[in-house]
């Protein structure tokens, strides 16, 4: 298994342009989120989805989008760059764990460096 | 108020040494409770669960006080490769909530 993975791993844009982080999940979990994490913040949930077509806003949504039209994919969109978003990016995963209905352990990617110019 | 407040540290500490980090959370219907640990430049990954009993994993131990909200994780003989970050991770509903993180670093 692969666990979870992020493409891509760097990333330099220009301010005002667009892209597309994808993470990608192999373990069939149900839940899956983003976070940006900054030098002394943190990690900060952007968006997540508790399953296939789903998705709710996090702590910081302002600036991006997601989607999850399959469930082993979660993308996130930043729609027009800003300096501020300037970032590293985790995506993680997550499942219910027995029938109590709690969330277990999260699996992160690797991450994504975006810097923004 | 954050929903997880850790103390940033750093902890620097000998090789051998003890050490203690603490937790509060703000949430009383949190339901689970972990430490991470996260070296630099790379994704948090579980260190373990935190269950209300306490728990041990050979040289770290981890406790949960639910009337207090608090937290903790103990280290004993430190190893140099134990210098990381260790985040507090606490989960209500369907979100995970998370600490700034303790810097550790183990001297020789």
């Known amino acids: 298994n692969a666990g979870v993975t992020q493409t891509p791993k760097f990333r330099v844009l220009k301010t005002g342009q667009s892209m597309t982080l994808l993470c990608a999940q192999d373990?069939?979990?149900?839940?899956m989120y983003w976070y940006r994490q900054d030098p002394g913040m943190g990690l900060r949930l952007i968006h997540y989805s508790v399953g296939e077509g789903t998705t709710a806003k996090g702590e910081v949504p302002d600036g991006y989008n997601v989607s999850r039209l399959k469930k082993q994919n979660f993308l996130l969109g930043l729609e027009s760059a800003a300096p501020s978003q300037t970032s590293v990016y985790f995506c993680?995963?997550?499942?219910?764990w027995g029938g109590g209905g709690t969330l277990y352990e999260q699996y992160f990617g690797p991450g994504t460096r975006l810097t923004v110019t | 108020r954050k929903e997880v407040e850790q103390d940033p540290g750093p902890f620097n500490v000998p090789e051998g040494a003890t050490v203690a980090f603490n937790c509060t959370y703000s949430?009383?219907?949190?339901?689970?409770f972990f430490w991470y640990r996260q070296d630099c430049r790379k994704e948090p990954k579980l260190l373990m669960s935190v269950y209300s009993s306490g728990n041990e994993d050979g040289r770290f131990t981890a406790q949960l006080n639910r009337a207090s909200q608090y937290i903790s994780l103990l280290i004993r003989d430190s190893k140099l490769s134990d210098s990381a970050t260790y985040l507090c991770v606490v989960n209500a509903g369907n979100q995970f909530y998370f600490g700034t993180g303790t810097s550790l670093t183990v001297i020789p």
């Open positions: 993680a995963s997550s499942y219910i």
């Open positions: 949430n009383s219907a949190s339901q689970s």
């Open positions: 373990m069939n979990h149900e839940y």
